[in-house]
């Protein structure tokens, strides 16, 4: 007895990952900018709240509330564009614009274009956080893992960003080849 999984059947389980990704990453990115909105005006006992890293950005609210502020609002814009960007993906999904029978369209090159742009960005984000943060200890601040501040993984998101501005570049070639095929039927 043979299985065959379908492209459809894995396109929906993506379109399922896809929308709890997104789910999690506007409850992580909302939490973030609450907490951090709580502790600078409301109870600065909040810093104690965030999931990981509480202890750390607890020291750095007591050590200076212009660092806690600048390492917050970082992962807030992080967090925020990486649900923006799962956004476009579930965005996608739902639309039903992508046409498999066209594959190349400006509705593809739009899409990795604005996913390239967002990766670009959650990268130069991370990137700046990650050197705050060691500037911070160069300070003699108590600093924290980049990866419980969400912030890690720099360099990654600076590749993949150029990997798909190269993909939309083949992809507006493939779309020019296909609108020359077309007009020579």
Not at 108 to 128: D, E, P, T
């Amino acid at each position: 007895m043979e299985i065959k999984i379908t492209t459809n059947q894995v396109l929906k389980v993506l379109q399922v990952l896809s929308w709890i990704i997104f789910i999690g990453l506007c409850i992580e990115a909302g939490g973030i900018a609450v907490n951090t909105f709580i502790t600078l005006f409301i109870n600065p006992q909040g810093a104690g709240n965030f999931w990981e890293g509480a202890g750390y950005l607890s020291n750095l609210y007591k050590f200076d509330h212009g660092h806690f502020m600048a390492i917050t609002v970082t992962m807030t814009i992080v967090a925020v564009l990486k649900a923006i960007m799962f956004y476009l993906i579930v965005k996608l999904f739902t639309d039903k614009k992508l046409d498999i029978s066209q594959p190349f369209s400006l509705e593809l090159r739009q899409f990795i274009l604005r996913l390239s742009y967002l990766a670009l960005g959650i990268g130069l984000f991370s990137n700046f956080g990650g050197r705050y943060s060691v500037w911070l200890t160069k300070q003699s601040v108590e600093t924290a893992d980049l990866q419980s501040l969400h912030i890690a993984g720099a360099d990654v998101w600076l590749f993949m960003a150029v990997i798909l501005f190269v993909i939309v570049q083949v992809v507006k070639r493939g779309i020019e080849i296909q609108h020359e095929n077309d007009l020579t039927i």
